[in-house]
């Protein structure tokens, strides 16, 4: 599209931009460390010198890093005093049922009901006949589909069906959903 124009018709500053989008994008994604924040900021860059300047400029390279690297700090600046402010506010209005923050490990009562469950789950599983709970470790634990199942195991795919049916109706029935 712009090959088309004539380059008396295109600003020097939206040339340079064209020409080197993409090293700024590189330049600004190792300062940011992102490359959606990189993409983000040249677009901003774009929407800075658009309509382009009527001075002229000197360094329209320059002009361009300049200007995104003064983008970045403000927007860096910006995430700050929010991080701030938004602490600020928590630490004010106090815990509350409503605070989104997250454990990275579960709640300990959670913790002991899921390893509960897990123990009624295997002891259920340890009971089954042998070649039941085979297909069930097959399937269930190795990942393996019903007819690799059957392979590994040497039977029919219907016995792999019928065995994997009985395992889950049995801990069902034993330990429920």
């Not at 380059?7 to 020409?19: M, R």
């Not at 983008?71 to 630490?91: H, P, S």
């Amino acid at each position: 599209m712009i090959e088309s124009l004539d380059d008396s018709d295109v600003h020097p500053l939206l040339a340079c931009y064209l020409e080197r989008r993409d090293e700024l994008v590189r330049y600004f994604r190792v300062r940011l460390r992102s490359e959606e924040a990189a993409q983000d900021l040249v677009q901003d860059i774009y929407l800075k010198i658009t309509p382009p300047p009527v001075a002229p400029i000197d360094n329209p390279a320059a002009y361009l890093y300049r200007l995104g690297s003064n983008l970045m700090l403000d927007r860096i600046k910006t995430q700050r005093r929010a991080g701030q402010r938004d602490a600020q506010w928590r630490g004010a209005s106090g815990p509350s049922a409503t605070d989104w923050e997250t454990a990275d490990e579960p709640r300990a009562d959670d913790a002991l009901a899921a390893r509960q469950r897990l123990a009624q789950i295997v002891a259920v599983v340890n009971d089954l006949p042998p070649a039941v709970q085979e297909a069930f470790r097959l399937h269930k634990l190795e990942g393996l589909n019903h007819a690799e199942t059957a392979a590994a195991m040497g039977v029919s795919r219907s016995s792999v069906e019928k065995y994997i049916m009985t395992s889950l109706k049995r801990i069902l029935a034993k330990v429920g959903r």
